[in-house]
């Protein structure tokens, strides 16, 4: 069936430090792939998207490439905030308007 | 402001006792979908609604029902609410941007309590 992984958290980082969040998927088809960003009490806002092989996305600093050939989408900053400290979800959109998510990986980042 | 709004932000509520969950958005977009987010599981689609008139059901619709009878509203029931259906909930709409590509904008959220 259709899936999406991520790296379990939460990941600590001290700032300025580099940040790598993992998702791998699993689908049928050519999906568009997003990361999305939910600070604390809020709602989730759109961080990037990517719509095919190859397409990076980017954003705030955030960037990642949707990898066909490893079925990977993996968010990276080069240089965190204490402000990036968030629930950050990957997720994919299929045909029509079915949608999954990953379970969401909860960063800190300590000034 | 363009927004998706959501009424009740909280409800506390007990079994077996119907409840309507609004949604409405002022973006005019044509697509809109129903939420729930749980520790561990992240969000699982509920139901989504592709026009007016025109639903279908995502991953976990058992025990929701939905209706899109105008364009910017969206409302979620639970005919008979059981604690298992504690959750947070969200709705977000969507438009094209090209190349099938759909950013959805989501609501707040509303934290439903079953008792």
């Known amino acids: 069936g259709n899936s999406v992984t991520q790296m379990e958290g939460p990941v600590t980082l001290s700032e300025e430090a580099f940040l790598t969040i993992n998702c791998t998927y699993t689908a049928t088809g050519y999906p568009s792939l997003f990361w999305y960003v939910q600070y604390p009490g809020e709602g989730l806002q759109l961080l990037l998207k990517?719509?095919?092989?190859?397409d990076k996305g980017s954003n705030k600093g955030f960037e990642a490439t949707y990898r066909k050939e490893t079925t990977s989408f993996h968010l990276e900053k080069g240089s965190v905030q204490v402000s990036d400290s968030a629930v950050y979800f990957c997720?994919?959109?299929?045909?029509?308007?079915?949608?999954?998510f990953g379970a969401g990986t909860r960063l800190f980042v300590k000034a | 402001e363009a927004q998706v709004t959501q009424n009740p932000r909280y409800l506390i509520t007990v079994t077996g006792k119907k409840l309507t969950v609004t949604c409405s958005q002022n973006?005019?977009?044509?697509?809109m979908s129903w939420y729930r987010q749980d520790p561990g599981l992240g969000l699982r689609q509920i139901y989504y609604s592709m026009n007016v008139e025109v639903t279908d059901k995502g991953d976990v619709p058992e025990g929701y029902k939905v209706s899109r009878k105008e364009k910017r509203n969206f409302p979620l029931i639970l005919e008979s609410p059981s604690p298992n259906q504690t959750s947070l909930y969200f709705c977000?709409?969507?438009?094209?941007?090209?190349?099938?590509?759909?950013?959805?904008?989501f609501g707040p959220g509303t934290r439903l309590t079953v008792t």
């Open positions: 977000a709409s969507s438009e094209s941007v090209g190349q099938g590509v759909y950013e959805q904008y």
């Open positions: 973006m005019n977009h044509e697509y």
């Open positions: 990517a719509t095919k092989a190859d």
């Open positions: 997720a994919l959109k299929l045909v029509g308007f079915k949608t999954i």
